[in-house]
């Protein structure tokens, strides 16, 4: 069970801001950017790991998540959805997925635990989208999916933020966050290639 499967519920609440951005000229291409863009500075404060810096990449984490969704209503409100916006919002989540990974795992110095965390959150979408390529549809299902990928993010920077010294087995919020995105997004992936395949059986 992911949060993805809340994307009805959600897009009831997206309508001011579609209105909004609608209002000030915003296309869903240039939606999609400032989603981009708030990735980007997410990873920066990532980096510094810091309580302040901690607190306000949660915040731009979730800004990221939302204005993801903002994008595709505004695209089916103006009604210019299209395959080449399609490719241009995955293309930039997995960026957005591999820069803030990255600064979580530059702020403790954890690159080992980064790239196995990285890796498996790529090839969680990889099996989602290889298996609409082959004629299964998306697949959002599995352990976790991006919305649950940026929720944990979020409670994790806030938990690094306001109890610093939190640690399990010598490991913190931020090291622990790590390593269940690593095993979860590989089992994730797993998960989605097993339904597949037995599907084509």
Same mark, same amino acid.
């Given at each position: 069970?992911?949060?993805?499967?809340?994307?009805?519920?959600v897009s009831r609440a997206l309508d001011p801001f579609v209105s909004a951005a609608?209002?000030?000229? #915003?296309?869903? &291409?240039?939606?999609?950017?400032?989603?981009?863009? %708030?990735?980007?500075?997410?990873?920066?404060? +990532?980096?510094?790991?810091?309580?302040?810096?901690?607190?306000?990449?949660? !915040? #731009? &984490?979730?800004?990221?998540?939302?204005?993801?969704?903002?994008?595709? *209503? #505004?695209?089916?409100?103006?009604?210019? @959805?299209?395959?080449?916006?399609?490719?241009?919002? =995955?293309?930039?989540?997995?960026?957005?997925? &591999?820069?803030v990974i990255g600064g979580l795992a530059a702020g403790i110095d954890a690159y080992?635990?980064?790239? *196995?965390?990285? %890796?498996? !959150?790529?090839?969680?979408?990889?099996?989602? %989208?290889?298996?609409?390529?082959?004629?299964?549809?998306? @697949?959002?299902?599995?352990?976790?999916?991006?919305?649950?990928?940026? *929720?944990?993010?979020?409670?994790?920077?806030?938990?690094?933020?306001?109890?610093? /010294?939190?640690?399990?087995?010598?490991v913190g919020a931020i090291g622990g966050l790590l390593a269940l995105l690593a095993?979860?997004? =590989? #089992?994730?992936?797993? /998960?989605? +290639?097993?339904?597949?395949?037995?599907?084509? @059986?």
């Open positions: 069970m992911t949060l993805d499967r809340l994307r009805p519920v609608a209002a000030l000229g #915003l296309t869903p &291409v240039g939606v999609s950017l400032v989603a981009f863009a %708030t990735a980007i500075l997410a990873a920066g404060a +990532f980096v510094l790991a810091t309580p302040i810096a901690y607190v306000a990449g949660a !915040v #731009l &984490v979730f800004l990221n998540g939302w204005f993801d969704l903002v994008d595709g *209503a #505004l695209a089916r409100r103006q009604g210019v @959805e299209s395959h080449a916006g399609d490719l241009l919002d =995955h293309v930039l989540d997995r960026y957005a997925d &591999v820069l080992a635990l980064g790239l *196995a965390s990285v %890796t498996g !959150v790529l090839l969680t979408s990889y099996m989602g %989208t290889q298996i609409q390529a082959i004629g299964l549809g998306r @697949e959002y299902g599995g352990l976790v999916g991006r919305a649950d990928r940026l *929720a944990l993010i979020g409670v994790a920077s806030v938990l690094a933020a306001v109890a610093p /010294q939190l640690r399990v087995a010598g095993v979860v997004g =590989h #089992l994730t992936a797993l /998960q989605r +290639f097993l339904g597949a395949w037995a599907s084509l @059986e």
